[in-house]
């Protein structure tokens, strides 16, 4: 496993395989470059680097869709896959699976370095500018421009026990204050009360520009005590370089691109929101006043890089550095509960809303369980896991004759599977997030909702022996027939290869 240390280690990775795209003309950040970025997400085309952008004195860039998918062949999850340490062309069950087995390795701590590149330009005081960093207005609508789309902000409880490090979006207010959403249920929420009670602001650091790993550790669900540094270094088998913060007394990554240190206060709102969203919509009821965080320090290094998330319609980061993480967490969990499961997967065309549990075919005959009873407990491990939960609002329970990160596959196995009256299992009232736009006001105001199994398995319903059999290539012909056709593809005069 390779171990990026550095966004800038990440897009020279990324140039090997020819998925970034340097843009050297000069760009507006007034809703130009997040036009740009949205439709190299939609064409599946490298991600942009933006070099010249309007206003900038100082050589900043901005990284856009550093977690998109790319049309490359064979290499849809090169972005992630390279982030996290693998091949170019990992499949997407590989990621998962790479990111549940680190589960059950034993945490290592970060390693305290006595300064990093991150503390190669420092400004405090009066010197704090936001604003000079070239941070977009990225859609049409967007209550402000948005710093924070894809860092980490790390916290720490006040009796020092637990330091949590997610990411949660923060929105520019002025050159040293930025607006905050901070959802009461998650990680940084719970820290933030703690601190309330006390009476006092909660220290937070913002790490901008991140060595390309660890945004997906920010996206994983984990318990509640744990700390996404020390799992970072679970999964990479060594240790995060961190250097200690200016202002706060936290330790951040000593190759950030850009640290933005301060305090967030209990009293202090703005308005924040509403900003185009990961279920792909930007709904106006999502704009609100949100806490403040006033600004003590920011360090940058030369040339600052800053990663920029494009949020909306399907497939951007919130699909992919939430979902493969969720989708790991959801099989860590189901193997722990002892179900059959073969393993998770987000379906990342969906938006985050269905969630692929595959078993494997014989799951009945190995449990005696009926269908019904099996998606019962599935519902019942995912639904009442806690944080992973909280954006998990539909299951699809599939048996995995089928490719479940295939949504061409997944759409067929739902729809000819799950039984019209009785194939759905209902789960009331359940920990849920508040911005899939079907909820009503009471289920958003409550962070609760119904959740449902769709119970897509059939292999309680059919005698060995009975079972339907896929109609499809690699189902309906002997090996050496398949085998064959493969070999001869391009003599039969096809260009096209599959995947
Ligand atoms: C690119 C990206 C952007 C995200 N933005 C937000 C956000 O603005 N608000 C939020 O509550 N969660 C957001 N998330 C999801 C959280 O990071 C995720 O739920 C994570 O588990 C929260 O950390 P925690 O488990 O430590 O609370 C985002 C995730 C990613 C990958
Ligand atoms: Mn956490």
Known sequence: MKHLRSLREFIAELEKVGDIQSIDKQVDWNLELGAIARRSYELRAPAPLFTHITGDQDGFRVLAAPGGLSAIPNMTYARIALALGLPANAKGAD??????????????????????????????????????????????????????????????????????????????????????????????????????KRGEPMPIAVALGVEPALPYVGGMPLP?????????????????????????????????????????????????????????????????????????????????????????????????????PHAAEMTHVLRQANLP????????????????????????????????????????????????????????????DIDIADPRQVIWAFASRAHPEHGEVHFANEPQNILPVYLDSHEQLSYHATKVVYNCLIADRFAAGERPVPSDFAHSWPTDIQEKVLANWSTYGYSIQGT
């Open 341 to 400: 499961v073969a393993a998770c997967w987000g379906v990342l065309e969906s938006a985050n809303h269905w969630w692929v549990v595959a078993v494997k075919p014989d799951w009945h005959e190995r449990t005696g369980l009926s269908s019904q009873d099996l998606a019962q407990r599935v519902g019942e491990a995912v639904f009442g896991a806690g944080k992973l939960a909280f954006g998990i609002p539909k299951l699809l329970l599939i048996e995995d």
């Open 95 to 196: 990621i998962v699976t790479s990111l549940a087995d680190a589960r059950t390795r034993a945490p290592i701590p970060p390693r305290v370095l006595p300064t990093g590149p991150c503390k190669q330009n420092i400004m405090r005081g009066d010197d704090i500018d936001l604003l000079r960093f070239p941070t977009p207005l990225v859609h049409d609508g967007d209550g402000g421009r948005y710093i924070q789309t894809y860092g980490l902000n790390i916290a720490r409880t006040p009796d020092g026990a637990w330091t949590n490090w997610s990411i949660n979006r923060m929105m520019l207010v002025d050159r040293n204050r930025l607006a905050c959403l901070i959802p009461p249920p998650q990680h940084l929420g719970i820290i933030k009360a703690q601190w309330e």
């Open 224 to 324: 509640e005590g744990a700390d996404e540094s020390h799992y970072l270094g679970a999964y990479f088998g060594e240790p995060l370089d961190v250097v200690r913060a200016e202002t706060v007394d936290l330790l951040v990554p000593a190759t950030a691109e850009i640290v933005i240190e301060g305090h967030v206060s209990h009293t202090d709102n703005y308005e924040e929101g509403p900003m185009g969203e990961y279920p792909g919509y930007l709904d106006r009821r999502s704009g609100l006043p949100r806490p403040v965080l006033h600004v003590s320090a920011v360090t940058y290094r030369d040339n600052a890089i800053l990663p920029v998330a494009v949020a909306g319609a399907p497939v951007e980061e919130d699909h992919t550095g939430w979902g493969m």
